[in-house]
C-alpha cells in the first residue's frame, strides 16, 4: 500500500521517479506526487487520482529545474489518514519549505504528535498523519546547516518519536545530493547503481537501472548518494543490509503486448507453476528443499500445523489443508492472518506455521507470524518477494518463483502457492517417513505434468471470455460458484475474483450447504427480456469421477439442485465426464487431473471469467476500485 521511490544521481530524477511511480502503482492509486531538489530549490507537484492526472499537470509545468534536478522523491498513495485529495496528497512539506517528506503506513500516534506542533504555532496544510514528521523534521533541523548527515540524524530522532507502521523518504532543501530513508514494519529497498542509488517500496520501481538490492533491517535508517549507501539502526549505530541480486529483469514487470498485466499473469501461470517446482525434485523423484531451513528432525517434530494467509494466499491454504492432511497425516488448520492472534490460537514448539503471501509485506500476516514466533511455534514462509519482511522474518523460507505480479488481483501467486503448499506436505510427509517414495514420486510427476494442463486450460477460453461478455452487458447482479474438497476454496477464489474485479456481487458456497440457506438466493429467468435473462448464473467447479466417486455423484445431485430451482449453470469439468452434459447449461473443460491437483486447473477460467467481466464494464482490470497490492496496514 503506497508506493515509494526515491533517487540522486546524474539523471532526472523526475524521469526516474515518474518511471518507478508507474511501476508502483498497483499499491494505491488515490493519489501521486513528487518533489525534485534542484540546486537548493524544492519543487513539488501532486494531484489527486491516478499517475496520469501528476504527468498531466506536469506536462503543463513550466521550471525546467524540475526536469534538471537528479534528487527526488515520489510517492502514489493508499489512502488511510485524510481523504484521496489534492491536499492530502506526497510529499508533505515542513512549514518553511525545506523538508519534503512522503510516507507509507500509519504513525499511531500522529493525534498526539499534531496536538503538540499545533500548540507550538504550527499550521497544518492536510488531514495527514504524515505531515507531523515533516514539521518534527524541520523542527530538528531548525538553526542546523543543511547536509545529509544532520538530515540522517534528524530523521533517527523523529523516528524515535513515532509509533506504528512507517517506511518514510525525506529529502531536505539545504542538503541537495541526498535522500534519507527509514522503515519501521513497513518495506523499503535500496538499488545499488553505478554513480546513482534508488529507494523504493519494492524492486521493480528501479529495475531498469540496476538488478543489485539491499534489503533493509527493522528500525533502519539508510541515507543515499550518488556514490554512498550508509545504514545505521534508530540509536546511530551502524547497520548492514543484506545485498542480493534481482533474478528477473524489467521485462517481467512489462505488459509484453497483454491488455492488462492481470490477462499476462494469467498466461505466465504455466511458467510460474515450472519454475517453482525446477531444481525442488531430485533426480530419484525425491523432494529437494534444501533452501527451507528446517532440518529433518525439526520436521519430524510438528504435531500440529497452522496456516496462516489473507485474501487468495488464504484459499490456496485451504486447498493445502485437504492435501497436507491427507499425506501426513498431521492436523492442519486454516486462518485468516487477521483474526488469527486475536483468538488466542494454541501453539507451541512443535506447531508449524506455514505463512503464505505473495508480497511478503501483508501486516495482518506478519503480526500472525510474529504471534506466532511468540508463541515458540517454527514459522515456514511461503513467499514470491525476495527482501520482504515475512521470510526475513520466520525460521524458514520457501520462495515460490513467479516473477513479480503487478496486477492487484493475484493469480500467478496462487497457483505457484498451491505448488510450494504441495512440496511442503509432500516433503513433510517423506521426512516422516509416513509415504513411500515411490508415492511421493507419483505425485510429483503429477505434479510436474500440471503446466501443460494448465496450457490446454488457457487455450481453450474463449466461450469463459464470451461469457463474461454477456454477464457484462445484462449487468447480472450475482453469481454464485459452488464446489466440494478443493473445490470448494476455488469457488470461494472464483467469488473474490469476481468481487474485487467485476463490482459485482458473488459467493461461494461448500455445494454441500445449499440446501442450509444459500440455495433460497437461486432465481429463475426474469422474463424481463434482457439477453441475460437465463436466470441466476452459478458456476459448478466438479472434482474428477476418477478420484472419490462419491464426491463427484454429490455434486451432480447438487447441479441438478440448482437447475431445478431456475440456476443457469456453468460446469466446469474434466474432460470426459459425461454425467454433467445434461445438468449444464454451459461446459467448461478441463484436462483430467486428479482431486488433490485439480485446483491448477479449475481455478484457471473464474479468473479469465472475472478478468473478461471486468474489461466488459469498462474497469480497470488491473487496478480495482478501492483496493491496493500489498496491504501494509492491519
Ligand atoms: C486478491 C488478492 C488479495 C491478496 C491478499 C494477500 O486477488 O490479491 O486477496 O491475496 O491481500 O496478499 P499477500 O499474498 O501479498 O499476503
Not at 45 to 52: D, H, R
Not at 354 to 375: N, P, W
Request: proline share 4%; hydrophobic share 45%.
Amino acid at each position: 500500500m503506497c508506493g515509494i521511490v526515491g533517487y540522486v544521481g546524474g539523471q532526472s530524477a523526475l524521469g526516474v521517479v515518474l518511471e518507478g511511480l508507474r511501476r508502483l502503482e498497483y499499491r494505491g492509486y488515490d493519489s501521486a506526487g513528487v518533489a525534485v531538489l534542484a540546486s537548493s530549490r524544492l519543487l513539488l507537484a501532486k494531484k489527486a487520482g491516478k499517475l496520469s492526472n501528476l504527468e498531466k499537470l506536469l506536462a503543463e509545468a513550466s521550471e525546467a529545474e524540475l526536469r534538471t534536478g537528479t534528487t527526488g522523491i515520489g510517492h502514489t498513495r493508499w489512502a488511510t489518514h485524510g481523504g484521496p485529495t489534492d491536499r492530502n496528497a506526497h510529499p508533505h512539506l515542513s512549514a518553511d519549505g525545506r523538508i519534503a517528506v512522503i510516507h507509507n503506513g500509519i504513525i499511531e500516534n500522529f493525534a498526539k504528535l499534531r496536538a503538540e506542533l499545533q500548540a507550538s504555532g504550527v499550521e497544518f496544510a492536510s488531514d495527514t498523519d504524515t505531515e507531523c514528521v515533516a514539521h518534527l523534521l524541520a523542527a530538528e533541523l531548525a538553526g542546523v546547516a543543511g547536509s545529509p548527515q544532520a538530515l540522517a540524524d534528524a530523521m533517527r530522532r523523529v523516528c524515535n518519536r513515532l509509533e506504528g507502521a512507517f517506511t518514510l523518504l525525506a529529502v531536505d532543501a539545504q542538503a541537495p545530493g541526498a535522500v534519507v530513508g527509514a522503515r519501521r514494519n513497513s518495506p523499503l529497498v535500496v538499488g545499488r547503481g553505478n554513480g546513482e542509488n534508488f529507494l523504493a517500496s519494492d524492486v521493480s520501481a528501479f529495475i531498469e537501472h540496476t538488478r543489485e538490492a539491499v534489503e533493509l533491517g527493522q528500525d533502519q535508517i539508510v541515507l543515499i548518494t550518488a556514490e554512498a549507501i550508509e545504514i545505521t539502526d534508530f540509536a546511530g549505530n551502524p547497520a548492514q543490509g543484506r545485498d542480493y541480486h534481482v533474478d528477473w529483469d524489467a521485462r517481467a514487470a512489462e505488459k509484453d503486448g497483454h491488455a492488462w498485466f492481470m490477462l499476462k499473469e494469467i498466461a505466465e501461470q504455466p511458467q510460474a507453476v515450472a519454475d517453482t517446482l525446477r531444481g525442488r525434485i531430485g533426480e530419484h523423484g525425491e523432494i529437494m528443499l534444501d533452501e527451507v531451513r528446517l532440518t529433518d528432525q525439526d520436521l519430524r517434530d510438528v504435531d500440529k500445523v497452522f496456516i496462516v494467509s489473507c485474501g487468495t494466499s488464504y484459499h490456496a491454504g485451504l486447498v493445502a489443508k485437504y492435501a497436507i492432511e491427507h499425506w501426513t497425516r498431521i492436523p492442519c488448520e486454516v486462518e485468516l492472518a487477521s483474526e488469527f492472534r486475536y483468538r488466542d490460537p494454541v501453539l507451541d514448539r512443535s506447531t508449524l506455521v506455514v505463512v503464505i503471501s505473495q508480497s511478503g509485506e501483508t501486516m495482518d500476516t506478519l503480526m500472525a507470524l510474529r504471534h506466532a514466533k511468540e508463541q515458540k511455534a517454527r514459522v515456514l514462509a511461503i513467499c514470491n518477494t525476495n527482501g520482504s519482511t515475512i521470510p526475513r522474518e520466520s525460521d524458514a523460507v520457501l520462495y515460490t518463483h513467479g516473477g513479480p505480479e503487478i496486477a492487484v488481483a493475484s493469480t500467478k501467486a496462487f497457483l505457484t502457492q498451491l505448488a510450494a503448499c504441495f512440496l511442503v506436505g509432500l516433503h513433510l510427509a517423506q521426512v516422516r517417513g509416513v509415504k513411500y517414495a515411490d508415492e511421493v514420486g507419483a505425485v510429483l510427476a503429477q505434479l510436474q505434468e500440471m503446466p501443460a494442463k494448465i496450457e490446454k486450460v488457457l487455450a481453450a477460453m474463449d466461450p469463459v471470455r464470451e461469457l463474461g461478455r454477456q454477464l457484462a452487458e445484462t449487468n447480472a447482479s450475482t453469481v454464485l460458484f459452488i464446489g466440494r474438497h478443493v473445490g470448494y476454496p476455488v469457488a470461494l477464489e472464483g467469488a473474490l475474483k469476481l468481487k474485487e474485479l467485476a463490482y459485482l456481487h458473488a459467493e461461494g458456497f461448500a455445494a454441500g450447504e445449499l440446501k442450509h440457506g444459500p440455495i433460497a438466493l437461486i432465481a429463475g429467468p426474469a422474463g424481463d427480456g434482457r439477453a441475460f435473462d437465463r436466470g441466476t448464473p452459478v458456476v459448478c467447479i466438479v472434482p474428477s469421477p476418477a478420484g472419490r466417486g462419491v464426491l463427484h455423484d454429490k455434486i451432480v445431485s447438487n447441479i441438478q439442485e440448482v437447475r431445478a430451482r431456475g440456476a443457469h449453470t456453468i460446469v466446469i469439468a474434466e474432460e470426459g465426464d459425461d454425467a454433467v452434459v445434461p445438468y449444464a447449461d454451459m461446459l467448461v473443460r478441463v484436462p483430467r487431473t486428479p482431486t488433490l491437483l485439480a485446483p491448477f486447473v479449475t481455478t484457471v477460467p473464474l479468473q479469465v471469467l472475472a478478468a473478461a467481466i471486468a474489461d466488459a464494464s469498462g474497469h480497470d482490470v488491473d487496478q480495482p476500485r478501492n483496493l491496493a497490492k500489498s496491504v501494509t496496514v492491519e
